[in-house]
């Protein structure tokens, strides 16, 4: 910058550091940051409606505070012993009521015993941190007193009865509980330190809506936008196309408690609809994932509300195909192919009989024309979907803390793929008259996803934004989807499972193949040798002896089976990964039984974990994206120094 320019950036900075002692205290401060190690990011994918095992993973961090516990008390306690304490820190309100009973006869002596090891326990997984920050995240009411405790020099004869005391008087006031569920927070909010979700939280689980909430409350979380986190947002932004496919998975998996009760979206209207217009259809019967989890009466319910969200998503999926041919998305119209009379479509040349034709709002004439009747029915929808503040909250984080990729200290995160053509080169993409690929194409969608917010109601601006988000849902090649079509038509209404199948981009094809993905992490700016690309989207098979590690560990697919309805296939129920100070691990997971199981019996979900790849020397602060923008403000007060010095500034002594 020129001279002027640089004396106008100091004068502000002056106004923040207006000593010589204040600028070198903070370059002090800032420099002793940088030797810190590295703080602990946490990734998970694809969680898909799981809310009590996705609450667990959280609460135990994937393992690691586990982990901190046996390293602690391994040689001082029992395996029970410490299964008990992890137990605790997971879910302490719940558990305290548990271990009150069992160890009434002693329960001071519990409390102290219990107390010490939770110090401990925050001790470590706070020994990253500055003071300062440790400070910022203890809770009002005992700060002072964790503060002390976390800080005491256990070899200092001098206090060592202060500290005792301290643990006495906590007992003796009937603060011990509070004391417990507070330190109990403290070691769950330092265990990891960046929480960051690679998409898909809705869909097929039963509490996508609880995930949100919990994920809202989190101090440090990210997102990149899954498929069915686009798809909801859409719905959300009033996009009808995407409300409809909102509907119909919800239906199909038996699932409709998130819609009603999470986000107030009335199903009386459709219902009404639904019940006068269509009869029974084994076709649109939902699948029941668990036992007793929907009655036999309401499975044939559901199939009718089923049925008529189905043949309107049709239709609308149809008028936006048609408004956009850059999408070359018209195989996927597929109404004007039926012959009602035979009872059979056209697909790709080749004749297949429907599992229902029973389909009496399809005009011959006009297939893809909804009905009176439907059109007011959607437009009742819409409006209950715009109109739901909670949904509303949930949508405003995803798009403030979320977005199409994140970059991250070396690591690039999307959710599905950067789109690549049968070479392995980048696939071009036109829309607008402009051509879109690799990083450019993630930047233009993420403007179009915000545009859909943005626009006003009802403007050509924001429908064209909100068909775009429904391409990114299900479109040709989109990079959030990753396949070439997505055969709904065909699931619904064809038996032959041969037209059911999703051929995925040809990424998948060179996720194994170091040149591509070089190319795609320097196109995002990133390092070729250190640099990781994770994603998740796509389950992996471990199970068939799949690995979630690709081209010799440059890639990371982390889908491996949150979702019920998957892990029969991956065979496990789900993948974390883990980035601390030491290098990359893995971290694959067995199913999770219920809370209630936890809290009673002490059941942790069973975690194996893979150090995959650890670094030569420990990485610090300094090497990370945090340490970069550190050593620019050091070099920034370093400059007001000097010029303090020089006499180019006046300090503003304060009398």
């Known amino acids: 910058m020129d001279s002027a320019s640089r004396l106008t950036f100091l004068k502000m900075l002056s106004k923040d550091f207006p000593t010589i002692g204040s600028v070198s205290t903070e370059i002090i401060n800032l420099q002793a940051i940088l030797d810190l190690p590295k703080s602990t990011e946490h990734y998970i994918s694809d969680l898909h409606g799981e809310n009590e095992a996705v609450a667990h993973i959280l609460n135990n961090a994937s393992g690691i505070i586990r982990e901190k516990i046996n390293e602690l008390y391994t040689d001082s306690s029992t395996p029970n012993e410490r299964a008990e304490l992890a137990t605790l820190i997971y879910y302490p309100e719940r558990k305290l009521v548990l271990l009150k009973k069992k160890y009434a006869d002693s329960l001071h002596e519990w409390y102290h015993l219990t107390l010490v090891r939770l110090i401990e326990v925050c001790r470590v997984v706070s020994s990253k941190y500055t003071r300062s920050k440790v400070r910022k995240v203890l809770p009002p009411d005992f700060s002072y007193i964790i503060d002390e405790l976390l800080h005491a020099d256990h070899f200092a004869k001098n206090k060592e009865q202060y500290y005792g005391r301290i643990v006495e008087t906590i007992i003796d006031v009937d603060r011990a509980d509070a004391f417990i569920i507070a330190v109990s927070s403290v070691i769950k909010r330092l265990a990891v330190d960046m929480l960051h979700i690679l998409g898909d939280i809705y869909d097929r689980g039963p509490g996508a809506e609880d995930i949100m909430d919990m994920l809202e409350k989190h101090p440090s979380v990210d997102f990149v936008w899954g498929n069915h986190d686009i798809l909801w947002m859409a719905a959300a932004s009033g ?102 009379d035979k009872g059979t479509v056209v697909i790709d040349g080749t004749q297949y009989s429907l599992l229902d034709c029973d389909m009496p709002t399809i005009s011959r004439e006009n297939p893809y024309k909804l009905t009176q009747e439907e059109s007011e029915l959607v437009a009742s929808l819409k409006d209950s979907f715009m109109r739901s503040s909670h949904l509303k909250k949930h949508m405003t984080l995803l798009l403030d803390k979320g977005r199409m990729y994140r970059t991250c200290n070396g690591n690039l995160m999307f959710h599905g793929c950067i789109p690549l053509q049968f070479d392995g080169s980048f696939q071009r993409f036109c829309f607008h008259g402009e051509r879109y690929w690799g990083r450019k194409l993630l930047d233009f969608a993420d403007r179009q996803v915000r545009r859909a917010f943005e626009e006003p109601i009802g403007s050509k601006a924001r429908e064209e934004a909100q068909d775009f988000m429904w391409w990114l849902w299900c479109g040709k090649n989109s990079p959030i989807f990753g396949r070439l079509k997505m055969t709904s038509f065909e699931r619904m209404l064809i038996d032959d499972k041969k037209t059911h199948t999703e051929p995925k981009n040809f990424y998948y094809q060179y996720i194994d193949s170091e040149e591509p993905m070089d190319m795609i992490l320097e196109d995002f700016g990133l390092d070729t040798e250190e640099g990781h690309i994770i994603n998740g989207h796509m389950p992996v098979k471990t199970k068939d002896g799949e690995s979630p590690i690709k081209c010799n560990g440059k890639v990371m697919c982390i889908d491996g089976g949150f979702c019920k309805a998957y892990q029969s296939t991956t065979g496990i129920a789900g993948y974390t990964l883990i980035y601390n100070s030491y290098g990359l691990r893995l971290v694959s997971h067995g199913p999770f039984t219920t809370v209630e199981e936890a809290v009673a019996n002490n059941t942790d979900i069973l975690s194996i974990s893979n150090v995959f790849e650890r670094v030569k020397e420990r990485k610090m602060v300094a090497d990370t994206d945090i340490g970069s923008e550190l050593k620019e403000q050091i070099a920034a007060l370093k400059l007001l120094l000097e010029a303090y010095r020089s006499g180019e500034l006046l300090q503003r002594v304060r009398k």
């Open 239 to 340: 996009c009808e196309a995407a409300i409809a496919n909102v509907l119909n998975i919800s239906l199909k998996y038996a699932n409709v408690d998130t819609l009603e009760n999470g986000y107030g979206i009335s199903l009386r209207a459709l219902t009404v609809f639904a019940e006068k217009t269509y009869k029974d259809s084994l076709a649109f019967k939902p699948k029941v994932l668990e036992e007793g989890k929907i009655g036999l009466n309401d499975i044939d319910l559901v199939a009718k509300l089923r049925k008529a969200v189905a043949i309107i998503q049709l239709k609308l999926e149809g008028q936006i195909i048609s408004r956009h041919p850059e999408y070359d998305m018209d195989d996927r119209m597929l109404l004007h192919k039926i012959d009602f």
